[in-house]
């Protein structure tokens, strides 16, 4: 058996991970980038909540509000999401999902359900915990950088 370096690795997880996004787009065959189908999912679960704002958003989703903004301009050109613009205040907004959005929500929590049931039944509880240190200890170079 070959023995691998951490630089292997470290290559070997970025072309997982454009794999993994690209297979995913390429699946759900929807004009949506990976980032576009996270803010749908996270929108989701915040609409649950009714804590729908594109600051709570931007949090959930470790990114600028500017971005978010860019986002929901695409997303709402492309029929997925509409801004309800409070009367009192037009700079607060709640974001409401159109029903559009069901198919890729749909698609994106049931592809995880499947690489989730994929890790449980493939790896022991001790090859998950090792690989979850892994990807915390790489988060929090990350997030020191």
């Known amino acids: 058996m070959k023995t691998n370096t951490s630089s292997d690795l470290l290559n070997e997880f970025k072309q997982i991970v454009l794999r993994h996004e690209k297979a995913l787009t390429d699946s759900l065959k929807l004009d949506l980038t990976l980032r576009e189908m996270q803010l749908l999912y ?3 679960l915040l609409q649950k909540n009714k804590n ?5 958003l ?7 509000p500017s971005a978010v903004s860019i986002m929901i301009n695409k997303l709402e050109g492309k029929g997925y999401v509409k801004r309800n613009y409070t009367q009192t205040d037009r ?7 159109l029903e ?3 198919l890729p929500i749909n698609r994106y929590t049931n592809h995880f359900f499947k690489l989730d049931q994929l890790l449980a039944s493939n790896y022991s509880q001790n090859q998950i915990n090792s690989f979850y240190s892994i990807l915390k200890s ?3 170079f990350n997030s020191k950088t």
């Open 42 to 44: 996270v929108l989701n």
């Open 52 to 56: 729908n704002t594109s600051t709570v």
């Open 58 to 64: 931007a949090i959930k989703l470790n990114v600028s």
């Open 91 to 97: 700079r607060k907004t709640a974001l409401v999902l």
């Open 100 to 102: 559009k959005s069901d």
């Open 138 to 140: 790489i988060e929090d």
